[in-house]
T-cell receptor, first 113, second 114 residues
């Protein structure tokens, strides 16, 4: 069964605007971790942000923030003030201990000048 | 600081050939994993290891073998390559099994099976 769902195959955003990339997950565990990765066209996987299931506050890392709604099992990534360099694939992932990380299918973000 | 190193970066094989994808990390990480990435499917876990001498299967293990004789190395073997194994392969490592540890990824190996 698919544990991580990213419903937006592609998204467009105007430069300097904010964008939200959706992610929902399925788990019966109480302890788990949620991650977002960026994959630019060069292919490497870049870790962006982490949210723990017990964290009461939404995680933030510079222009990235994670809108964590535990009851809805959603962990949306918000990118503020989009830049051309933000154009990439974005993957949501979850880890339930002791299992390894599972990924969603990804969202391709294109930032328009 | 090399991080996770994968070799080769590109490889073309003929159906039925065997090969080993190499992965090494210099961060003394306990956990190592292999993923394959196919269009529209994200990254899928092939095999993983929680330490030297210990390996386990992921979501798509068929057609692949792994071993972990040292902390640093985690090679992935294709015993008899098939066109369905054409993909981009990523090796990753992390420090511990705790849920808050991010994966550190290699740059990937692009494999084509003819």
């Amino acid at each position: 069964a698919q544990k991580i769902t990213q419903t937006q195959p592609g998204m467009f955003v105007q430069e300097k605007e904010a964008v939200t990339l959706d992610c929902t997950y399925d788990t019966s565990d109480q302890s788990y971790g949620l991650f977002w990765y960026k994959q630019p066209s060069s292919g490497e996987m870049i870790f962006l942000i982490y949210q723990g299931s017990y964290d009461e506050q939404n995680a933030t890392e510079g222009r990235y923030s994670l809108n964590f709604q535990k009851a809805r099992k959603s962990a949306n990534l918000v990118i503020s003030a989009s830049q051309l360099g933000d154009s990439a694939m974005y993957f949501c992932a979850m880890r339930e201990a002791p299992n390894d990380m599972r990924f969603g299918a990804g969202t391709r973000l294109t930032v328009k000048p | 600081n090399a991080g996770v190193t994968q070799t080769p970066k590109f490889q073309v094989l003929k159906t039925g050939q065997s090969m080993t994808l190499q992965c090494a990390q210099d961060m003394n990480h306990e956990y190592m994993s292999w993923y394959r990435q196919d269009p529209g499917m994200g990254l899928r876990l092939i095999h993983y290891s929680v330490g030297a001498g210990i390996t386990d299967q992921g979501e798509v293990p068929n057609g692949y073998n792994v071993s972990r004789s040292t902390t640093e190395d985690f090679p992935l073997r294709l015993l008899s390559a098939a066109p369905s194994q054409t993909s981009v392969y990523f090796c990753a490592s992390r420090l511990t099994g705790k849920t808050n540890q991010p994966q550190h990824f290699g740059d990937g190996t692009r494999l084509s099976i003819l």
